[in-house]
């Protein structure tokens, strides 16, 4: 059970997000008997909600559908006992324990807390992008490569993440197309250098994308791209399978700026080998930790890693679970 004060109930773990790795950190929180609160947040399961099939999580041979996913996530950790809120976190002091937190609704305390917000591809704000997205628009080849065997995509930016989408879909696209809208490359030289020497790889260089076309009956699918030659001004049409938008992630953690350390993108930052932040109790796991590889399943693992290490903390503390 959770911890008791004279005044309310301290919970023994929050948890802030509702994606893989906050409901696998519900799911082990709850079955070492923690009894976790997790705030799902206005827009539960993170980013697979926004996905179509997910062909790469193991145990689902046929692929599922990423709602679908995350709605088996919720269910299992209900059943052992997750204690879940359509709210979402607005304040948090972190100063002391217990930790408090607000939502827009109540607030509550927590012995610990697990931060799993994620993160948020960057987009270009064309409403194509959100028309076509997950029905040819991405912005993880690594997740939906695999959809664009022996057809031609573009790869919209110009960083090393560019740099990695384009390499990565040559191993699944017949062609791919890199739009940058200046003439020169802002990525590592190293990167760089595997683009223009790929011969799969086409650079489109002082090309903006402003449009994606498609058509939404009877199946959604991307068709082609509206390019302007950001030098001239002059506009054309593509035909193109598919567009990956590859200008970046932004962590979602703006709530615990000048709370928790992090890198300069704003990543939270954690110890090596652990979960654990700057702040004893508090831990993050997920995207909102990951600037590398941003994947369901190393999600999940951190997820884990986290419920494990706030209930080391608490046993750590003299606290027992019934």
Known sequence: MGILNSIRMVHDVAIIGSGPAGYTAALYAARASLKPL??????PGGQLMITTDVENYPG????????????LFRKQAEH?????IQQEVVRVDLSKRPFRLWTDEADYEAATVIVCTGASAKWLGLPSELTFGGFGVSACATCDGFFFRNKEVLVVGGGDT?????NYLTRH????????????????KIMQDRVLSNPKIEVLWNSALEEIKGNTDPIKKVTGAVLMDTATGERREMPIDGVFIAIGHQPNSTLFKDVLDMDPVGYILTQPGSTKTNVPGV????????SVYRQAVS???TGCMAAIDAERFLESEGHRTN
Request: aromatic fraction near 10%; proline fraction near 4%.
């Open 299 to 301: 999600a999940a693992g």
């Open 80 to 84: 052992f006992g997750t204690e879940i």
């Open 173 to 188: 696209a017949s062609r791919v197309y890199v739009v940058h809208r200046r003439g020169e490359f802002r990525a590592s």
């Open 60 to 71: 689902f041979p046929d692929g599922v559908l990423g709602p679908e996913l995350m709605e």
């Open 162 to 166: 560019a740099m990695e989408e384009a």
């Open 283 to 290: 831990f993050a796991a997920g995207d909102v930790a990951d």
């Open 38 to 43: 997790m705030f799902a947040g206005l827009q």
